[in-house]
């Protein structure tokens, strides 16, 4: 794990996306004894030990204390308040950690403010198919970060799927539009195929099936070929045939620009809300 080998990660929030980022870690090979997670809920932390096999506490401060790099896994209301509690313990060197936030809607400069200065910071936009370790994270660095640091970053990100460095904090929306909502946006599609299959006859479980993995196969083929989307659509669409009998009527319903208008909707709502 190019730089988080024996590095410690501590995170403040026991939850969804927290379990998702530290079994991606494990899955990657980062030593048990290296992840600390702290959560308030004892339920939680319980089931995050038998799960993950990590170890827990119910003190932030705790797992801060040793961390190299510690991940705010909190809801974005509670970062403040949990940084703001940190910064109140003397004894705590909030210097020495990378911080890596991924909170929605939370400036790094809003986090900056409760840390030294100095501090290096990094602000990231995940989604939830990271909990399958096929995420799609966008990042941003405050400029006190080091090459180790990104690469460290890198490394966690890339451990549940991929993961982009954004030039400018400003791109985090547009982020945020795209691949944060995008998830639902494509539930919504393969919702709607299996529905259309149904109507074609189909039972519902094998037309689930299908555009699940059609939707899965298609995002792998672009990937993983290189090749521009138009490009390989072109290759499955043939002269008077089936697919662009299909593909007419995604035209005439306006497929196209209800996406271009959801990422667009969801980008301004992004940034109002932050
Ligand atoms: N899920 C996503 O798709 C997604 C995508 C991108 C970014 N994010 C961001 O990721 C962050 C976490 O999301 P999530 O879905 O993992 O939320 P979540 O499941 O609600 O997890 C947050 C956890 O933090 C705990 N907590 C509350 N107050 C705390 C405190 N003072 N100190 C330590 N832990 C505390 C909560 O415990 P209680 O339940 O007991 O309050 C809860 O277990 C959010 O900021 C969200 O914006 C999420």
């Given at each position: 794990m190019d730089g988080l080998s024996e590095k410690t990660v501590a995170f403040i929030g026991g939850g969804a996306m927290a379990r998702a980022l530290a079994s991606g870690l494990l899955s990657a090979g980062?030593?048990?004894?290296n992840i600390l997670l702290s959560e308030p809920n004892e339920a939680c932390r319980k089931q995050l030990e038998q799960d993950l096999g990590v170890e827990t506490s119910a003190r932030n401060a705790q797992v801060v204390q040793n961390a190299d790099m510690v991940v705010l896994a909190v809801k974005p209301a509670i970062v403040g308040v949990a940084l703001k509690e940190l910064a109140?313990?003397?004894?705590?060197?909030?210097?020495?950690p990378l911080w890596v936030s991924i909170a929605a809607g939370v400036s790094i400069s809003s986090i900056e403010s409760h840390l030294p200065k100095g501090a290096r910071v990094v602000r990231a936009m995940p989604n939830t198919p990271a909990q399958v370790h096929a995420g799609a994270t966008t990042w941003v660095a405050n400029s006190k970060i080091s090459q180790g640091d990104r690469a460290a970053t890198s490394s966690l990100f890339g451990a549940v799927g991929t993961s982009w460095e954004a030039?400018?904090?400003?791109l985090i929306d547009a982020a945020t539009g795209l691949a944060g909502s995008g998830p639902a946006y494509v539930f919504v599609i393969i919702e709607a195929l299996s529905d259309a299959g149904v109507r074609a006859g189909l039972p519902r479980e094998a037309a689930t099936q299908l555009a699940a993995q059609t939707v899965y196969g298609a995002g792998k083929l672009v990937i993983e070929s290189g090749k521009h989307p138009g490009v390989l659509k072109d290759q499955v669409t043939s002269p008077g045939g089936t697919t662009i009998a299909g593909l007419e009527k995604l035209e005439s319903g306006g497929l196209r620009a209800a996406l271009h208008d959801a990422v667009d909707a969801a980008t301004r709502r992004s940034k109002e809300l932050g």
């Amino acid at each position: 794990m190019d730089g988080l080998s024996e590095k410690t990660v501590a995170f403040i929030g026991g939850g969804a996306m927290a379990r998702a980022l530290a079994s991606g870690l494990l899955s990657a090979g980062v030593a048990k004894e290296n992840i600390l997670l702290s959560e308030p809920n004892e339920a939680c932390r319980k089931q995050l030990e038998q799960d993950l096999g990590v170890e827990t506490s119910a003190r932030n401060a705790q797992v801060v204390q040793n961390a190299d790099m510690v991940v705010l896994a909190v809801k974005p209301a509670i970062v403040g308040v949990a940084l703001k509690e940190l910064a109140n313990q003397p004894d705590l060197d909030l210097s020495r950690p990378l911080w890596v936030s991924i909170a929605a809607g939370v400036s790094i400069s809003s986090i900056e403010s409760h840390l030294p200065k100095g501090a290096r910071v990094v602000r990231a936009m995940p989604n939830t198919p990271a909990q399958v370790h096929a995420g799609a994270t966008t990042w941003v660095a405050n400029s006190k970060i080091s090459q180790g640091d990104r690469a460290a970053t890198s490394s966690l990100f890339g451990a549940v799927g991929t993961s982009w460095e954004a030039p400018q904090e400003g791109l985090i929306d547009a982020a945020t539009g795209l691949a944060g909502s995008g998830p639902a946006y494509v539930f919504v599609i393969i919702e709607a195929l299996s529905d259309a299959g149904v109507r074609a006859g189909l039972p519902r479980e094998a037309a689930t099936q299908l555009a699940a993995q059609t939707v899965y196969g298609a995002g792998k083929l672009v990937i993983e070929s290189g090749k521009h989307p138009g490009v390989l659509k072109d290759q499955v669409t043939s002269p008077g045939g089936t697919t662009i009998a299909g593909l007419e009527k995604l035209e005439s319903g306006g497929l196209r620009a209800a996406l271009h208008d959801a990422v667009d909707a969801a980008t301004r709502r992004s940034k109002e809300l932050g």
